[in-house]
């Protein structure tokens, strides 16, 4: 190594001590704040993120005195939940969803509560369509398909699940029975016109030839009872979501005639139970100035955001400066750091415990009740894996 590389060397050395011996003094127990930004933030870059992962190594900062182990009286203290909006506004605009924050809790945990609202969470569906007519364009196939993704406005945790030996009964089964034809011109069949029939099935079974005549018809329900007698569907009548779905075109002289079963069921055995329109998530932004912006440079970043997370405010003697208003707005499309030089003006990070959570609910149940449904859900798993490990 010539001499000029070893003074280099030196100099880059000298230079490391200084910048070392400039740190401020961080208690033991307590991590860097540039420890702790790597520790909870996601970094977000112009081209990609960066420190993506989670540290999940209890002895990561041992040496520091850091426990990074992941303790249940710690969770207890720092987890939260709170609700920023919720909507149960069914007409005239359907907006049936709620957003809310969970705070302190990892990405697992929030992602299986989204597979659980996804696919777990039951729900009643029809199921099983008899079709007695059907003379439209739409094949049989096809129709009963279209009527299986009509939600249904329903508690369904007052239904049981049918196997495949049980009778369908008022317990585990809601008839509804469809019957229109076009007399002329064309026609719109939507959702309203399927009918509850409390009574069960009205279509007769197929019998032998030498069954009794005089008695009555055995048919594909057996109910003991009418299901608006009962006390839980009195004052709150079996209906759709919604009245305005279409569900085929008639031509003249078309007709449909069918009886369609629903069932209780959850969506990992077909998408037609998901209770959710969708449930997804997104960790917090946190969008910080690295130095004052002002005039015209404020301008061009106001202009760059999309979602107008940057406003700009009057200082003295008539000048402008930019500051962040909308941070949780922010959907991380990086504008605001593209180009020469943002990136040391403007810091985008992304928070690793706190995520924003949507919940859409299709109508069965309020958004609210099909989160607590998914925490019972998760506990009962839960319950189980220490039960099978005991």
Same mark, same amino acid.
């Given at each position: 190594?010539?001499?000029?590389?070893?003074?280099?060397?030196?100099?880059?050395?000298?230079?490391?001590?200084?910048?070392i011996?400039n740190?401020?003094?961080?208690?033991?127990g307590?991590?860097?704040?540039?420890?702790?930004?790597?520790?909870?933030?996601?970094f977000?870059?112009?081209?990609? &993120?960066?420190?993506?992962?989670?540290?999940?190594?209890?002895?990561?900062?041992?040496?520091?005195?850091v426990?990074?182990?992941?303790?249940?009286?710690?969770?207890?203290?720092?987890?939260?939940?709170?609700?920023?909006?919720?909507?149960?506004?069914?007409?005239?605009?359907?907006?049936?969803?709620?957003?809310?924050?969970?705070?302190?809790?990892?990405?697992?945990?929030?992602?299986a509560f989204?597979?659980?609202?996804?696919?777990?969470v039951?729900?009643?569906?029809?199921?099983?369509?008899?079709?007695?007519?059907?003379?439209?364009?739409?094949?049989?196939?096809?129709?009963?398909?279209?009527?299986?993704?009509?939600?249904?406005?329903?508690?369904?945790?007052?239904?049981?699940?049918?196997?495949?030996n049980?009778?369908?009964?008022?317990?585990?089964?809601?008839?509804?029975?469809?019957?229109?034809?076009?007399?002329?011109?064309?026609?719109?069949?939507?959702?309203?016109?399927?009918?509850?029939? &409390?009574?069960?099935?009205?279509?007769?079974?197929?019998?032998?030839?030498?069954?009794?005549?005089?008695?009555?018809?055995k048919?594909?329900?057996?109910?003991?009872?009418?299901?608006?007698?009962?006390?839980?569907?009195?004052?709150?009548?079996?209906?759709?979501?919604?009245?305005?779905?279409?569900?085929a075109?008639?031509?003249?002289?078309q007709?449909?005639e069918?009886?369609?079963?629903?069932?209780?069921?959850?969506?990992?055995?077909?998408?037609k139970w998901?209770?959710?329109?969708?449930?997804?998530?997104?960790?917090?932004?946190?969008?910080?100035?690295?130095?004052?912006?002002?005039?015209?440079?404020?301008?061009?970043?106001?202009?760059?955001? &999309?979602v107008?997370?940057?406003?700009?405010?009057?200082?003295?003697?008539g000048?402008?400066?930019?500051?962040?208003?909308?941070?949780?707005?922010?959907?991380?499309?990086?504008?605001?750091?593209?180009?020469?030089?943002?990136?040391?003006?403007?810091?985008?990070?992304r928070?690793?415990?706190?995520?924003?959570?949507?919940?859409?609910?299709?109508?069965?149940?309020? &958004?609210?009740?099909?989160?607590?449904?998914?925490?019972?859900?998760?506990e009962?798993?839960?319950?189980?894996?220490?039960?099978?490990?005991?």
């Open positions: 190594m010539s001499s000029s590389d070893m003074s280099d060397l030196d100099a880059h050395l000298e230079e490391a001590k200084k910048r011996m740190m401020p003094e961080v208690p033991m307590q991590l860097p704040p540039h420890l702790q930004r790597q520790r909870t933030r996601v977000c870059g112009s081209d990609a &993120p960066t420190n993506t992962e989670s540290i999940q190594y209890s002895g990561a900062y041992a040496s520091m005195g426990d990074n182990s992941l303790r249940l009286d710690q969770f207890i203290k720092n987890f939260k939940v709170e609700v920023i909006q919720i909507k149960h506004d069914v007409k005239p605009n359907y907006e049936y969803f709620m957003e809310f924050d969970m705070i302190g809790i990892d990405a697992a945990l929030a992602n989204r597979r659980i609202l996804i696919s777990e039951p729900t009643m569906a029809i199921e099983k369509v008899l079709i007695a007519n059907n003379t439209s364009v739409v094949q049989d196939e096809v129709l009963a398909h279209r009527l299986g993704l009509i939600p249904i406005s329903i508690d369904p945790r007052l239904f049981e699940y049918m196997s495949e049980d009778t369908p009964n008022e317990k585990n089964t809601i008839v509804f029975k469809l019957h229109v034809r076009c007399t002329h011109g064309r026609l719109t069949v939507r959702s309203d016109e399927l009918m509850w029939l &409390p009574n069960g099935s009205g279509f007769a079974m197929e019998t032998d030839t030498y069954s009794d005549k005089k008695s009555n018809p048919t594909y329900t057996s109910f003991s009872c009418s299901q608006d007698s009962l006390p839980e569907f009195c004052d709150n009548p079996i209906s759709l979501t919604h009245s305005d779905i279409i569900i075109k008639l031509a003249a002289k007709e449909i069918l009886e369609a079963h629903a069932v209780k069921g959850i969506g990992k055995t077909h998408a998901s209770p959710v329109a969708t449930a997804w998530y997104r960790m917090l932004p946190e969008v910080e100035l690295l130095q004052e912006i002002e005039d015209q440079l404020a301008e061009e970043l106001v202009k760059k955001c &999309p107008k997370v940057f406003d700009i405010e009057d200082i003295a003697n000048k402008k400066r930019a500051t962040v208003a909308r941070p949780r707005a922010c959907t991380l499309c990086r504008e605001c750091i593209r180009g020469e030089d943002w990136e040391n003006r403007v810091a985008l990070r928070v690793k415990d706190h995520f924003i959570f949507t919940i859409e609910s299709t109508g069965a149940l309020p &958004p609210d009740v099909l989160f607590t449904e998914a925490v019972k859900i998760l009962d798993k839960c319950e189980r894996i220490l039960s099978e490990l005991s």
